[in-house]
């Protein structure tokens, strides 16, 4: 299963923690990394005092994500609109009630508005959870009564710019594509790159799989990865990689980087 994947899959409870227990694999896997953690082994922690401390790979996954990540709360309200569903006023409301502020202290922070307004704000957030609850109930409900042939739809990755009709790609479609574009197997090269968006973001889905997640790219390190799938245009694949949202870069474009 890949990280995107493993993301869109997770219990509330493990989007919480910041990672999720893989059973198939016998890891421990951070939801924003992917960094892994075999179950069983135990990892050494430098303590402040030159005191090492020993966890096993589940307290160490929790560790991973509070010294790498930060809190998961501050990761979750950072991803886009079309991801969350929150406004930038209420990524900036829960940020203040996560913190214990009270409304006057919220009105006085922000240089306007009313305690009122601010309560309000509060009720509307907790009806928007209650409505996702039972959205999310519904679902799992209706999920259980469809019939195994129907069709499965590809994950989307976290960062993408533009959620539409694009994004609605089965797993069979999926497959196509693949053979269609990569006839010589998944490590390419293309056999031509389609204009039609859907196929397009399946592609660079695929290709996006092979950056690693925690690694930072030199510019001439991303050409040569991409150079395997289409050398006479690599620049473009780059290009587009970077517009729909699966890399990130330095505005001089010195490092390159899995976006999220």
Not at 29 to 49: K, M, N
Not at 131 to 146: D, N, T
Not at 179 to 198: D, H, I, T, V
């Given at each position: 299963?890949?990280?995107?994947?493993?993301?869109?899959?997770?219990?509330?409870?493990?989007?919480?923690?910041?990672?999720?227990?893989?059973?198939?694999?016998?890891?421990?896997?951070?939801?924003?990394?992917?960094?892994?953690?075999?179950?069983?082994?135990?990892?050494?922690?430098?303590?402040?005092?030159?005191?090492?401390?020993?966890?096993?790979?589940?307290?160490?996954?929790?560790?991973?994500?509070?010294?790498?990540?930060?809190?998961?709360?501050?990761?979750?309200?950072?991803?886009?609109?079309?991801?969350?569903?929150?406004?930038?006023?209420?990524?900036?409301?829960?940020?203040?009630?996560?913190?214990?502020?009270?409304?006057?202290?919220?009105?006085k922070s922000s240089g306007g508005g009313s305690a009122s307004t601010i309560r309000n704000h509060r009720f509307v957030l907790k009806e928007k959870a209650k409505q996702a609850k039972?959205?999310?109930?519904?679902?799992?409900?209706?999920?259980?009564?469809?019939?195994?042939?129907?069709?499965?739809?590809?994950?989307?990755?976290?960062?993408?710019?533009?959620?539409?009709?694009?994004?609605?790609?089965?797993?069979?479609?999926?497959?196509?594509?693949?053979?269609?574009?990569?006839?010589?197997?998944?490590?390419?090269?293309?056999?031509?790159?389609?204009?039609?968006?859907?196929?397009?973001?399946?592609?660079?889905?695929?290709?996006?799989?092979?950056?690693?997640?925690?690694?930072?790219?030199?510019?001439?390190?991303v050409n040569d990865l991409l150079k395997r799938y289409w050398e006479a245009d690599y620049v473009t694949l780059r290009r587009y990689l970077i517009e729909y949202g699966f890399l990130?870069?330095?505005?001089?474009?010195?490092?390159?980087?899995?976006?999220?």
């Amino acid at each position: 299963m890949s990280q995107n994947d493993l993301f869109w899959s997770a219990e509330l409870v493990d989007l919480k923690k910041g990672f999720v227990f893989v059973q198939e694999e016998g890891r421990y896997s951070c939801l924003i990394c992917g960094a892994a953690f075999e179950d069983g082994e135990i990892f050494r922690v430098p303590d402040r005092d030159n005191r090492d401390k020993w966890y096993d790979a589940r307290k160490y996954a929790a560790y991973h994500v509070q010294h790498s990540h930060g809190s998961m709360l501050d990761y979750l309200l950072g991803l886009d609109k079309k991801a969350s569903g929150l406004t930038d006023l209420q990524k900036q409301l829960i940020r203040q009630f996560a913190s214990g502020m009270s409304d006057a202290e919220i009105v006085k922070s922000s240089g306007g508005g009313s305690a009122s307004t601010i309560r309000n704000h509060r009720f509307v957030l907790k009806e928007k959870a209650k409505q996702a609850k039972l959205l999310l109930a519904a679902i799992e409900l209706m999920e259980s009564g469809v019939s195994a042939d129907a069709p499965r739809f590809m994950p989307i990755h976290r960062t993408a710019t533009q959620i539409d009709e694009r994004y609605a790609i089965t797993e069979d479609e999926y497959e196509s594509i693949m053979q269609q574009y990569f006839p010589q197997g998944p490590n390419g090269p293309l056999a031509s790159f389609p204009r039609k968006e859907k196929r397009k973001v399946a592609i660079l889905r695929h290709i996006s799989a092979y950056f690693e997640a925690s690694r930072k790219y030199t510019e001439k390190e991303v050409n040569d990865l991409l150079k395997r799938y289409w050398e006479a245009d690599y620049v473009t694949l780059r290009r587009y990689l970077i517009e729909y949202g699966f890399l990130d870069r330095t505005d001089d474009g010195s490092e390159y980087w899995v976006k999220g």
